[in-house]
């Protein structure tokens, strides 16, 4: 793709901000790993770095495909493929800094100074609503004090460059002053990770506002699609209409019509008619045989953000093969939207064959997302998961403290009712699903469910990925770092006298705490032999004595050798 022409006049348009945004996210790719470096805790799922660049590398796969786009259309084509793509913290933050672009662009061909630092602001607002406990010292402060230098820089001069400039030069300053708000940071020596790769990002969208040259092999386009044999299996009733219809409506705040008008309209024309809406949103999935109708309808709540239609008839000729935009991206389930017909469904997120199997087949989840450590879902998978579940209230449990925030962002775009269950670790989630009682209202079982993950102690086990000094624990590349809820507890070299160790730590403190101790489950991840965990069980119970009841489970797990579960 040519460099957009740069107008003389002292606004970006929407080309400009388009290649500008994809060429960020080739910088952001060129070194996410000195990103990933940067986490402060030597584990090896400290991937910050890669979470950023695979949240914008989506937002550039769609930005890729305009041509002659005005600025709010690039950002709300950006906005919308951010979300659906975000995965980790990091990365659902880096999409809702982008969401105040499709907010503070809204209706603009092109964009001056004080458009841009507003959209910042109005990002960087989101951005902390969304956080529960925002951390100062994080890519949250440096988001805000950027935001906060272009504002006042816009009052004196509108250059957009210029005011550019100036929140790029205060993010840079805002990074450098990260280890002073965060003690962790300055006595690794290091400043916050995803500051950093917010700072990639506006330099490079700085460079190519300035007329630079994008950087190579941006992605722009997307592969040729393969096929893949599907997982799902094909329908055989009649298909009445023929185009399956989706997309979301960026909400018109002047438009005073009622989506329920366009529920009933839709209805009109085709059957399995979901129109969810919020203040800022509609997202709509109907079949019908005149999409075209449909679309039209719709343009009257505002402009959109998302199409897909797909026709059905196709699909059904040639039932058991599905279009895969990546190769590498078809290694997982295929989903396909199941109609809410029960009560109750559940979605859980796991990495490891047996741990996968545990929550779908013993503990009855409609879907299991792959992932965990290293493995962050986006925001989309989750989404995809949630609307293959054929329930009416669908409960999530992310499983992991960095997918947690990915799971919620699914809440608002689900064609029905979403709970995410904030489970941290497997264990937590074990414990939750076993607390689901069938027979009591949602409200009863979050409580309950919450309560038992709240009960449970989470121990785990893996190595570190690189040399580190953290909480006075003088680490060194390949050592054994052992986890008590979440916390590094001590450093070893042997990972199965590590386990045992770790055990009694743990059981000491829930005694001190006054929590009883029944049960321990030792899980044993894809690199341990069953043999070596029931040694490790052995160990245990020598330690804890016979009251304890001790046993082993084939999780399959990457990346930690073991997770100790206590209750």
């Known amino acids: 793709m ?17 290649d500008a945004m994809i060429s960020a996210s080739k ?18 799922d400290g991937d910050t770095g890669t979470n950023m660049s695979m949240t914008i590398g989506n937002a550039a796969r769609e930005l890729g495909r305009l041509a002659n786009p005005t600025a709010t259309e690039v950002a709300d084509v950006a906005s919308a493929a951010l979300l659906r793509g975000a995965r980790g913290n990091s990365g659902v933050i880096l999409s809702l800094l982008f969401r105040g672009f499709s907010k503070g662009l809204k209706g603009k061909v092109e964009a001056d100074g004080a458009d841009l630092a507003q959209a910042l602001t ?19 402060t440096v988001a805000r004090e950027a935001a906060a230098a272009g504002v006042a820089k816009a009052k004196e001069d509108g250059d957009p460059i210029v ?46 506002f300035k007329g630079g040259e994008m950087l190579a092999d941006a992605a722009v386009t997307s592969p040729a699609p393969t096929k893949q044999k599907s997982t799902v299996g094909s329908f055989d009733e009649e298909i009445t209409f023929t185009y399956c219809t989706e997309f979301i409506v960026g909400r018109d705040k002047k438009c ?70 990546d190769a590498s991206a078809a290694t997982g389930p295929v989903y396909e939207r199941a109609e809410p017909e029960n009560e109750y469904g559940f979605v859980s997120v796991a990495a490891g064959e047996g741990l996968q199997s545990l929550f779908h087949d013993d503990l009855a989840c409609d879907q299991v997302v792959s992932g965990g450590q290293t493995m962050n879902p986006s925001t989309d998978d989750i989404l995809s998961a949630i609307e293959a579940t054929p329930a009416k209230t669908v409960f999530v449990l992310p499983n992991n403290k960095n997918i947690i925030l990915a799971a919620e962002q699914a809440v608002p775009l689900a064609d029905r009712r979403v709970c995410v269950l904030p489970t941290r670790t497997i264990p937590q989630g074990i414990s939750a699903m076993l607390a689901f009682d069938p027979d009591s209202d949602v409200e009863t079982n979050l ?30 590349e390949g050592q054994i770092l052992a986890l008590d809820n979440g916390k590094l507890s001590f450093v070893d070299t042997d ?73």
């Not at 910088?27 to 090896?44: I, R």
């Not at 500051?195 to 330099?203: D, H, W």
Request: charged letters at 25%; aromatic letters at 6%; one cysteine or more.
């Open 2 to 18: 040519p460099v957009a022409q740069r107008s003389a006049d002292k606004v970006i348009n929407g080309s400009i901000l388009r």
């Open 27 to 44: 910088a952001l790719s060129n070194v996410k790993q000195e990103v990933d470096a940067l986490n402060v805790f030597p584990v090896p």
């Open 122 to 140: 109005l990002g960087t607002e989101a951005a902390y609503k969304a956080v529960m406990k925002p951390t100062e010292g994080t890519i949250l």
């Open 163 to 208: 005011v550019w400039e100036v929140i790029c030069e205060e993010a840079e300053a805002s990074l450098a002053r990260t280890p002073d708000l965060l003690p962790q940071l300055k006595k690794a020596g290091v400043v916050d990770a995803g500051g950093k790769g917010l700072c990639i990002v506006m330099e490079e969208m700085l460079r190519i």
């Open 256 to 325: 005073t019509l009622d989506p329920l008008s366009l529920r009933a309209y839709l209805e009109s024309i085709g059957d399995c008619v979901v129109v969810v809406d919020d203040e800022e949103i509609i997202k709509v999935h109907v079949h019908t045989n005149n999409p075209g109708k449909a679309m039209e309808e719709a343009l009257k709540y505002g402009q959109f953000e998302t199409v897909k239609v797909e026709n059905m008839r196709i699909q059904h000729e040639n039932a058991g093969w599905v279009e895969e935009e």
């Open 447 to 476: 409580i309950a469910m919450q309560k038992a993950a709240d009960n449970v102690s989470t121990g785990s086990l893996t190595f570190a990925a690189r040399d580190s000094d953290y909480e006075g624990h003088k680490i060194k």
């Open 495 to 567: 990972v199965n006298k590590a386990a045992t160790k770790l055990a009694k730590n743990m059981a000491l403190g829930r005694r001190l705490a006054g929590k009883e101790l029944n049960f321990v489950t030792v899980i044993y991840g894809e690199d341990v032999a069953e043999e070596q965990a029931e040694a490790v069980c052995e160990g245990i119970r020598a330690k804890l004595g016979d009251n304890v009841d001790v046993s082993a489970l084939p999780g399959g797990q990457p990346v930690y050798y073991y997770f100790l579960s206590m209750e």
